[in-house]
């Protein structure tokens, strides 16, 4: 080799291995920085801590006799609608009716009284509202036509029922 070589060698192992120092220092750095920040508040988060609870429920639970059980009912959330639907429940007279009531009474379908049809409904005024609202809750069959209880809405509130009554009837008296 040439001195000229050599002293290129030199050099080059020299900036090498500087530089690999350098590489070990900044992956330290990095290690003891990201050590102390990264992802610690995570393990302290309610949503991740009952995240962790329902993974680590037991598969399957079983009934013990002579213990409180309560915990294992099946929760039926919407008997009506059938799993898995969730229907916005309305809130008021006016959502019920254009939700629910209005599938039969909006056109007068299967012999349902049609909303705002003042002939259909003075009848049924007549029988008093205490009486409307006693079929619109828990149905009324009569000649082969069925009101369905809650018009089949089992989940919304006597209230809201009341209130679409309400609505209804406030379509045909001016
Ligand atoms: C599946 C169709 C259907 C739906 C949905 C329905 N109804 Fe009816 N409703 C009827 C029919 C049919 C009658 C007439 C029943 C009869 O005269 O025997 C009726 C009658 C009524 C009456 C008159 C009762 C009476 O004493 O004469 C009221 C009040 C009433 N419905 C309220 C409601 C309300 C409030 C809702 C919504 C929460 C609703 N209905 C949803 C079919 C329906």
């Known amino acids: ?7 290129f060698f030199d050099v080059f192992s020299l900036v090498i291995g500087l530089l690999v ?21 995570i393990y302290t988060e309610p949503d991740y801590l009952t995240s962790l609870e329902q993974r ?26 059938g799993a898995g639907s969730a229907l916005p429940i309305p809130t008021n007279g006016m959502q019920a009716f254009q939700q629910v009531c209005s599938a039969c009474h909006g056109q007068g379908i299967a012999g349902a009284p049609k909303a705002g049809d003042a002939a259909a409904w ?40 009341r209130q679409a009554v309400d609505y209804m009837v406030g379509l045909v008296k001016h």
Do not use: C, W
């Open 1 to 7: 080799m040439s001195k000229q070589d050599t002293h």
């Open 21 to 41: 120092v350098v590489a070990v220092i900044l992956f330290a750095l990095a290690r003891s920085i990201a050590g102390a920040t990264q992802g610690q508040e």
């Open 56 to 81: 680590l429920q037991p598969f399957t639970r079983e009934a013990v006799a002579g213990q409180n059980n309560a915990a294992l009912a099946i929760v039926e959330t919407n008997p009506a609608a």
């Open 122 to 161: 003075a009848p049924r005024i007549a029988e008093g509202k205490a009486t409307l609202y006693q079929h619109a809750l828990n149905g009324l069959q009569a000649d082969g036509k069925v009101m369905p209880a809650k018009g089949g809405r089992p989940d919304i509130p006597d209230a809201v029922i």
